[in-house]
């Protein structure tokens, strides 16, 4: 599976942006798409994250802000930021897990930036 992302950028505090990612290869009938986000000196965590049965799993700190959702046609996960914050400053990757017949499999984007200014 390779992810490609887009959609970073700069944006002044209380704007809005929104990440793509795009999944190709076998994603198979189970899988989990998401976003992890990595500020300088901080550890990565997770952002959002949406199975192929449409459950969804989203961080407090962007709860109410930040929306998730999927193309299961086109096998991408999109990530709408609204109200950012300072704080959501970081490196935003892309996450899959899928689940083979062998076990799971995880895979990461190679990143997009996000600059939210004061």
């Known amino acids: 599976v390779q992810l490609v992302e887009s959609g970073g950028g700069l944006v002044q505090a209380g704007g809005s942006l929104r990440l793509s990612c795009a999944a190709s290869?076998?994603?198979?009938?189970?899988?989990?798409m998401g976003w992890y986000r990595q500020a300088p000196g901080k550890q990565r965590e997770l952002v959002a994250r949406i199975t192929s049965g449409g459950d969804t799993n989203v961080a407090d700190s962007v709860k109410g802000r930040f929306t998730i959702s999927r193309d299961n046609a086109k096998n991408t996960v999109y990530l709408q930021m609204n109200s950012l914050k300072p704080e959501d400053t970081g490196v935003y990757y892309c996450n899959v897990i899928v689940e083979k017949f062998i076990g799971l499999s995880e895979y990461w984007g190679q990143g997009t930036q996000v600059t939210v200014s004061s």
């Open positions: 290869g076998n994603m198979f009938s189970h899988n989990a």
